[in-house]
């Protein structure tokens, strides 16, 4: 059975840090765009980054990049998000995808496995 499974996430102070783990398992990621979504309370759930190793893109949302970095280890067969500089408009639930097809977006309908979610609070 194809699943993910993503952790890490806590409760931080505003400019600290957390990563993200997404595990696979049924499935290699290496084949699959990936990406990550949040919501918050309330809100749509929104796409904050995605990567293709096929095609070598990486995209973020305006509102992380410079501080959220993609990644993965084909060897583990995970993806990671990176968090840095963290602000309390970053609150939410946060969710790992991945795609049937290599083509990465920020689109929710572009996947089509996805993990349970892991909350992140950023507060003081």
């Known amino acids: 059975q194809s699943r993910l499974v993503d952790s890490g996430g806590g409760l931080v102070l505003p400019g600290g840090s957390l990563r993200l783990s997404c595990a696979a398992s049924g499935f290699t990621l290496d084949y699959h765009a990936i990406g990550w979504f949040r919501q918050a309370p309330g809100k749509e759930r929104e796409g904050v980054s995605c990567?293709?190793?096929?095609?070598?893109?990486?995209i973020y949302a305006d509102s992380v990049k410079g501080r959220f970095t993609i990644s993965r280890d084909v060897a583990k067969n995970m993806a990671y998000l990176q968090m840095n500089s963290l602000k309390p408009e970053d609150t939410a639930v946060y969710y790992c995808?991945?795609?049937?097809?290599?083509?990465?977006?920020?689109?929710?309908?572009?996947?089509?496995?996805w993990g349970q979610g892991t909350q992140v609070t950023v507060s003081s």
């Open positions: 995808a991945a795609s049937n097809s290599a083509y990465c977006a920020l689109t929710y309908s572009n996947y089509d496995y």
């Open positions: 990567l293709s190793n096929r095609f070598g893109i990486t």
